[in-house]
């Protein structure tokens, strides 16, 4: 059974409650699925919330904000999430320092003419609940935007020019801490603005490192697991928090023995977190990394290396650049195999669950369609008889129950899908009286 998840990166957790006491806004960038939210929500932690308090010589406080509950993508919205952030925050009785009654009052009262006022009304309204919040309380207020970039990219430049006045006027009392997938600095693809110049301080959240990695596994009821497996989940996940979780997960439906590296490899959950991560980056990302996996030859630019590591996703080790986990470089290698748009042939991209054929995807197949698409492929220019079909696509226990019409009724649905004309196919070929090929190349009839 799966505990809480422990603190992780408790080093950089001090690092930032150092810069934040010292009135030091900043910024970290991370791809999804890196661990960005549980390190924000740890910082408001209540231990951390103390440890904060101390560092800074005043009372202080860490409020999350999830920015994912903003209602709209406008300054109203923003500013509305915020305060009703603080509201939660200063309202829970677990959570010092207490304000007065009519404080409270007051901050209510502000987040009501947020939500039913006008625009400008709005932003003299968060102003005011910030800073009579850090005057009357007496302390240092940090605001921790959590998946920030949708509202950032859509705040308006007068609304970036309010954030930077308010800290202004407030200095070290009131800091911002972003968390977004790339440099803020990047995120809203005009370069450099006022309120990004508030951010002297920025880094990458990057990989775990190998204790809290463990901890992780731990944390999600791997300490049933056997010492090769977890050692081997390290060596594929590679520190990456989301490939942690779903390898993880893969090994406990395994109960009997520890699976091996490629039952892990090939779990569906684990694949899916590699598309998921790889969906994220930008073409010529994607081919920095394809690179790198290639020829040594072929092997990215120093520039390029760069921000592929300020991604997490290379690391250097004795033998130069790699791509940070074993299981992430066997799927980039898959998807350098993928077709291009002139491309022949068909290929089956097993983590996306895609078919391809002469470089334009394949309709949406059925389950029995793809199962059969994928056994076809893996044997690829060889036989494959009508009872393999079966056991592979329905199941051993099918064998005699599954007849000939009913497997010719599937390949012929599949047909349809993947040739151009199904009456005269050039890859899915008929054996007669014996089975079904996929040729690698089309095939043409002699007239």
Sequence with gaps: MASELPTLRQTQIAEVQRLVAGGNCV?????????????????????????????????????????NRVVELSATGFYEVVIRSLLEFIEDPHTPPEPSAELLSQLREYHNRITTGPAFQASLAFNNALADTCNRL???????????????????????????????????????????????????????????????????????????????????GGDALTNP?????????????????????????????????????????????????WNQLRPDEQAGLAALVGAPEESPAPPDLDRLRALGLVVDGPAGPAIFSDLFAGFVRRQSALPSANAQGVVVDDDAGEVWVDGARVTVLTDLEYKLMRLLHQRRDRLTTKDLIVETVWGGEYLDRVDDARIEKLVSRLRAKIEPEPASPRY????????????????????
């Excluded at 977890?230 to 390898?247: D, K, P, S």
């Excluded at 090994?251 to 779990?267: C, K, M």
């Design 138 to 220: 007496n302390l240092t207020l940090g605001l921790l935007f959590d998946e920030f970039d949708e509202i950032y990219a859509a705040l308006e430049d007068r609304t970036l020019l309010n954030l930077r006045a308010l800290k202004d006027h407030t200095r070290d009392r009131l800091v911002y801490v972003t968390a977004t997938v790339r440099r803020l600095v990047d995120s809203r693809g005009r370069g450099d603005n006022e309120f990004v110049e508030l951010f002297s301080d920025a880094f990458s959240l990057g990989l775990l490192d190998e204790q809290d990695a463990a901890a992780v596994i731990i944390s999600q």
């Design 27 to 67: 910024a970290i960038h991370g791809l999804s699925n890196t661990g960005k939210s549980p390190f924000l929500r740890a910082l408001a932690a209540p231990d951390n919330q103390k440890r904060f308090g101390e560092i800074a010589g005043r009372p202080a406080a860490m409020i999350y904000v999830d920015c």
């Design 428 to 447: 899915l070929l008929t054996q007669r009286g014996r089975g079904y090929k996929l040729s690698s190349v089309p095939v043409v009839e002699e007239g």
């Design 229 to 277: 497996t977890v050692e081997t989940i390290l060596r594929l996940a590679g520190g990456h928090f989301g490939l942690l979780g779903a390898l993880t997960q893969a090994a406990l439906r395994f109960p009997h023995g520890g699976p091996d590296s490629r039952r892990l490899t090939s779990d569906a959950g684990a694949r899916a977190e590699c598309l998921k991560v």
